[in-house]
């Protein structure tokens, strides 16, 4: 079991290292760090909705708070970029603190009502508050810089997003083995006989919806650093169904699951270009076709088939 | 000052009662299957750019408006057939998804065949404003209004006094008991949709002379008739259409009194405010969970 756990991450790394040999241009690598920065997210997202069972349909809106947090601090008040993306990453910790007592008093719709309602304020917020934002143009972010050493160009973020995914591999799939991952899991399986077994049903499940959104807001300081700019669409709706795509497709309480939906939807959307103008129908129906026929998400489904359990 | 007031009062209670509408349509197909139907907005959408392609193909306003809404009826259908019924029984998330995606394919083959631009439909009865104590409203609200308490009306007589409508909340009480006691619930499923999908339209149609109407108007309507149903109680018909309204009008007096930048905000708050306090919505039933 424990074997097969890590077999996967070797894999991963094993990929990670070998891959830089057939990224032929810019645009391939450029390819594979979105696809990095989305698995990490997901990986996140993925701890929510699949063990904990806590569906959101705002988490773009975390994204945003660090995307801006990055955007806003480091231009109009010069902070260094890692003190911004930490202030980002706390504020957005802070926020879900703050409405996940309220929030997870609810279940199933009126929980996916009040994480969009979330998703959809905050986004309004930053397309609103041009003078600090840029509003609907968005705005520039300066390059990241550690230390005094700059990260630019895409080797450069390749390998630092190689490193980040395989550490965050391996964090989640501790995690989940955990005291603290069973905790979870068992609230999945049933509230109250976890709660008659002694869990704190309500500090788990803020436990985890603060560090998804850690997570989120932390790759959205990276994403905003990354490409130089950032835009309301970081936060918007549709971003958050994405993501909440990538998990269920992947398969939904899949550590390696989240990573195989991240890389297929990031790469999804670059395969439809050929397809002018079809790209949002062709999208809608793939996303259709698996869930009514991989409802459990490609690797679970796929370990299944092996007869494997995951 | 009054005057104001009521002019706010008349545009929220306007776009009110579209979303009214489409809290209507969320609120049946929820009953009859706990699905919420996220392309209810394209229905929306749909038949504000049918009455606009019908009518400028030449088809007179009658028959133009007639189709509007029977179409997206039968694309309400179509989803149920090929979309909702081969996973009955899913997780939530996975219903969520296969209604997005639907969404996703309605608003994109629409954005293909007629293109990206903004439509407006001519008003139905002109377009001379009345004057109510200084304010102006517009003779298509008077429509939206009027067809929409039709509406009600007629979906009240039809739940409580025929047998069909009777048959339809059985089925949203207890889905097996119904079927022992000999109701189609596929049936009640299909026509839930259709009936959905026919009311986001009519709404969609009714609002398009005031609001203009383009390919990717249907998620914020869609999400907002969302809010409606949840304000209103998730299931409770008269709910939602209290919640349509209660959500126009406070978002039209908020974009009046505070600040229009943020009118789209106001429905999202309004509905985290009173799902803090009130987990079930402001007319939900009381539910205790069975273990």
Redesign the interface.
């Known amino acids: 079991m424990r074997k097969s756990r890590y077999f996967g991450l070797a894999v991963i790394v094993a990929v990670l290292l070998v891959l830089p040999l057939f990224l032929q241009n810019g645009f391939h690598y450029d390819l594979v760090i979105r696809m990095a920065i989305n698995a990490v997210i997901v990986l996140g997202l993925n701890l929510l909705?699949g063990f904990a069972g806590q569906?959101s349909?705002g988490h773009a809106g975390f994204i945003g708070i660090g995307a801006y947090a990055s955007a806003i601090l480091t231009s109009h008040f010069n902070w260094p970029p890692l003190a911004a993306m930490a202030a980002g990453a706390a504020a957005a910790g802070l926020l879900a603190a703050l409405?996940a007592r309220?929030?997870f008093?609810?279940k199933?719709?009126?929980l996916?009502?009040?994480t969009?309602?979330?998703g959809?304020?905050l986004a309004?917020?930053m397309k609103?508050e041009a003078a600090y934002t840029g509003g609907p143009d968005g705005m520039p972010v300066v390059p990241m810089s550690l230390a005094g050493w700059e990260i630019a160009g895409e080797k450069a973020w390749y390998w630092v997003m190689a490193l980040v995914l395989s550490i965050s591999v391996w964090a989640s799939l501790n995690l989940i083995d955990s005291p603290f991952g069973r905790a979870l899991r068992a609230l999945h399986g049933?509230e109250?006989?976890s709660q008659v077994v002694g869990v704190d049903v309500v500090r788990y499940k803020v436990a985890i919806f603060v560090m998804s959104a850690v997570f989120a807001s932390i790759m959205g300081s990276v994403t905003a650093h990354y490409v130089g700019f950032v835009t309301p669409n970081v936060a918007d709706?549709f971003h958050s169904?994405e993501l909440?795509?990538m998990v269920?497709i992947g398969g939904?309480a899949s550590v390696y699951g989240s990573v195989v939906g991240a890389v297929l939807l990031t790469a999804l959307p670059q395969a439809l270009a050929t397809f002018e103008?079809?790209?949002?129908?062709?999208?809608?129906?793939?996303?259709?076709l698996c869930?009514?026929f991989l409802?459990k998400g490609l690797v679970p489904t796929l370990a299944a088939k092996l007869g494997r359990s995951e | 000052m009054l005057a104001q007031f009521l002019q706010f009062l008349f545009s929220g209670v306007t776009v009110g009662a579209t979303y009214a509408l489409a809290a209507l349509g969320f609120t049946l197909i929820y009953n009859a299957s706990n699905v919420i139907n996220f392309a209810q907005g394209e229905f929306i959408m749909l038949g504000g750019m049918l009455a606009v392609f019908f009518s400028q193909m030449g088809l007179p306003m009658p028959v133009a408006l007639t189709l509007a809404i029977l179409v997206p009826a039968v694309v309400g259908v179509v989803v149920e057939k090929l979309a909702i019924e081969p996973v009955k029984g899913a997780e939530t998330v996975t219903l969520i998804i296969i209604t997005i995606g639907a969404s996703l394919v309605i608003r994109g083959l629409i954005q293909v065949w007629l293109g990206k631009g903004t439509f407006s439909l001519p008003a139905f009865s002109g377009n001379e404003p009345i004057e109510v104590l200084g304010a102006t409203l517009q003779p298509q609200s008077l429509w939206v209004l009027g067809v929409t308490a039709l509406v009600v009306v007629g979906l009240w007589y039809f739940f409580n006094r025929t047998l069909y409508g009777k048959a339809m909340l059985a089925t949203s009480y207890n889905r097996l008991a119904s079927e022992l006691v000999g109701i189609n619930t596929n049936w009640v499923l299909f026509i839930s949709f259709a009936m959905s999908a026919a009311l986001g339209a009519l709404g969609g149609i009714l609002v398009t002379p005031i609001t203009l109407t383009s390919y990717d108007v249907g998620i914020m309507l869609g999400l907002k008739g969302f809010v409606a149903a949840v304000v209103g109680g998730l299931g409770n018909g008269l709910g939602a259409v209290l919640g349509g309204l209660l959500v126009g009008v406070v978002e039209a007096m908020a974009a009046g009194y505070i600040s229009s930048a943020y009118k789209d905000a106001v429905p999202f708050v309004l509905i985290l405010l009173i799902l803090f306090f009130m987990p079930r919505g402001l007319f939900g039933a009381k539910v205790t969970d069975r273990v």
């Open positions: 909705i569906i349909l409405v309220p929030i008093k609810l199933g719709h009126y996916a009502m009040a969009l309602g979330l959809f304020i309004i917020a609103n049933s109250v006989a709706f169904i909440v795509t269920v939904m103008g079809w790209e949002t129908v062709a999208f809608g129906a793939i996303l259709m869930m009514i409802p």
